[in-house]
């Protein structure tokens, strides 16, 4: 996917981006390296020899839970609900993932999991989590306030890796830093990969589509676009959907025309996996229904990964943009959330 043209909405963004979105975005990078610092100032001998990570969280906070499993050489299963699966013992570590420290599913589960297993630990920026851990003795990393849970992901993710870099479980990040480096002042542009990938989904309803490592990053471009362009969205798992969603493509003219494919690609992608998408592509074009294809950045899979994780978040404010939406309000969420406090 190529740069798209300058378009004066994006010039505008001021006034629209009340609340600083893309700054935040634009320092994506230095959260990232923050975040690695404080997981890599944590003892790590408590934590030796769990066999499998259990990483409670829900939205912006859980995603870093569904992402850690794209990057370590470990078992990570991604738990968004008020319990415990029934298998979690003293082989799992428990990391509950919370931005706010009030997110009551996670602190549900959480609570489950005293008793259940010693190893535990918690990333937050306070709240009921943070002190449920100075009160209990239980390890937890502290993280700055100030943020939406969705754009705190370098404090969420990265003090993972960096305890577990500590641990010997975590990949070389050099040169995927680099790259997110290198991609904020281009993507924060006026003629970037991502303000071109907006235009080309505005008016469209976006189906992402990832593979492996990059199946939890079409999830979160799902997300994002929903929560910063405030739009529907919609994500799937190759090659599992070669088995039921590829049906669909019969009437998703009719249904929804408006849906436009999106191939998330790294050059880590299993070889059957790359010879689908290019069928798919053969499948959706003969049936008249647009497709995008962009690729991941740089040469490791942690690059490519974390690169089109980056892309799809600016994707996403641009997008915002091009609608004349804040990015960072998402008033009805916080209206359900108080509708479930009365």
Sequence with gaps: MTSGPRDPRWDGRRGVDRSGMGEVLRRFPRQCREGLELGRAVDAAPFAGFRRVVALGMGGSGIAGALLSSLVPIEV???RDY???PWVGEESLVVALSYSGDTEETLAAFRGARGRTGQLLAVTSGGKLGRLCAHEGIPWIEIPKGY???AALGY???PLLGLFENLGLAPDLTEALEVLEAMAEELSSEASEALGLAQALAGRVPLVYGAGATAPVAYRWKTQLNENAKTPAFWAELPELC?????AYELQGK???QGTVVFLRTGHDHPRVALRI????ELLQARGLPWLEVA????SPAAQVLSLLYLGDWTSYGLALLYGVDPTPVAIIRELKDRLGE
């Design 77 to 79: 299963v991604a738990v």
């Design 83 to 85: 319990r415990l699966p």
């Design 148 to 150: 939406q849970p969705r």
């Design 156 to 158: 969420l993710l990265f």
């Design 243 to 247: 088995h039921n969603e590829v049906v």
């Design 255 to 257: 249904h929804l025309p």
């Design 278 to 281: 290019e069928i798919l592509k």
């Design 296 to 299: 991941g950045r740089g040469e």
